[in-house]
């Protein structure tokens, strides 16, 4: 960059990139007056001490203030991703499956570059298939999760994202009990 004096600057990585680092996100008049979200270098925005931060940012006069510095942001209307699977068709030892009283006792989700999944039997008993604060790396692997349960013959599972993080399922795999009445 013409006019910057960089001898007093230190050598950088081999290949290294730099990036400057903004609070202010300015360009966002045409969703003036709107509640956006936003994904901050890859992750949920946090305070400076990496505690999350309500992430519903009201654009006012075409711009957004972050609560801290950050390189790359991704911005827009909020929305959340559903998958309602259908009623489980598990076999008995005696039959059929179908009119029988069940519960799904365990789900285990193989998801590829992910961040951020909710698992429940409903929009009531959700809970977060990743523990703890979303942070990178993306999780490339199969996630287990117990999740709260019921015996009922209409039993179906929900997966659920809230925030702007990514999502990738590449297989379900549900473990259920049936009752053998």
């Known amino acids: 960059m013409a006019g910057i004096d960089g001898t007093s600057y230190c050598e950088y990585i081999s290949d290294g990139q730099v990036r400057k680092m903004v609070t202010t996100i300015s360009g966002l008049d045409h969703l003036e007056g709107e509640?956006?979200?936003?994904?901050?270098?890859?992750?949920?925005?946090?305070?400076?001490?990496?505690a999350l931060v309500?992430?519903?940012?009201t654009v006012s006069s075409g711009s957004i203030t972050?609560?801290?510095?950050?390189?790359?942001?991704?911005?827009?209307?909020?929305?959340?991703?559903?998958?309602?699977?259908?009623?489980?068709?598990?076999?008995?030892?005696i039959g059929s499956g179908q009119t029988k009283m069940r519960r799904v006792y365990n789900a285990i989700v193989r998801v590829y570059r992910t961040l951020g999944i909710k698992v429940g039997i409903d929009e009531d008993h959700?809970?977060?298939?990743?523990?703890?604060?979303?942070?990178?790396?993306?999780?490339?692997?199969d996630i287990e999760k117990f999740p709260?349960?019921?015996?009922?013959?209409?039993?179906?599972?929900?997966?659920?994202?809230?925030?702007?993080?990514?999502?990738?399922?590449?297989?379900?795999?549900?473990?259920?009990?049936?009752?053998?009445?």
């Open 54 to 57: 309500d992430n519903e940012f």
């Open 66 to 93: 972050l609560p801290k510095r950050a390189a790359v942001v991704h911005a827009g209307l909020g929305y959340e991703g559903t998958l309602q699977m259908l009623k489980q068709n598990d076999g008995s030892n």
């Open 148 to 181: 709260d349960t019921v015996w009922d013959e209409e039993i179906e599972m929900l997966f659920k994202m809230e925030d702007p993080l990514p999502c990738l399922i590449l297989a379900i795999i549900l473990e259920s009990d049936v009752e053998e009445k």
């Open 35 to 50: 509640a956006i979200k936003v994904q901050i270098d890859g992750i949920l925005p946090t305070d400076e001490d990496g």
């Open 126 to 141: 959700l809970d977060s298939m990743i523990d703890g604060v979303p942070a990178l790396p993306l999780k490339t692997e």
